[in-house]
Nanobody
Framework: QAQLVESGGGLVQPGGSLRLSCAAS????????MGWFRQAPGKEREFVAY????????YFSHSVKGRFTISRDNAKNTVWLQMDSLKPEDTAIYYC???????????WGQGTQVTVSS
């Protein structure tokens, strides 16, 4: 399984931006589909964004589409989540995950906290 380490979380004002990073090791990164998920206090974990191994295909949840961008650099074994126009409801712990096939996410990072507040 991949080892995943997220970074880049923090406190940001509404309307601001953050870029989360997820560094992967112990895997053939360029064949792993990668996803970002989040979990807010008292809520279940939810899907945020997805990118295929080649980076050619991306998907976003309805709540973040048009505001968030997912990208990857397979030479750096890293995937990013660029978050713009942040809202208080985006406050959550954000996790990256790896899937060797499809959307079967079997490897997870420890998460990074994002807080959107004035």
């Amino acid at each position: 399984q991949a080892q995943l380490v997220e970074s880049g979380g923090g406190l940001v004002q509404p309307g601001g931006s953050l870029r989360l990073s997820c560094a992967a090791s112990g895997t053939t990164f360029n064949t792993d589909n990668m996803g970002w998920f989040r979990q807010a206090p008292g809520k279940e974990r939810e899907f945020v964004a997805y990118i295929t191994g080649s980076g050619a295909v991306t998907y976003f949840s309805h709540s973040v589409k048009g505001r968030f961008t997912i990208s990857r650099d397979n030479a750096k074994n890293t995937v990013w989540l660029q978050m713009d126009s942040l809202k208080p409801e985006d406050t959550a712990i954000y996790y990256c995950a790896a899937a060797a096939e499809g959307v079967d996410f079997t490897s997870w990072g420890q998460g990074t906290q994002v807080t959107v507040s004035s």
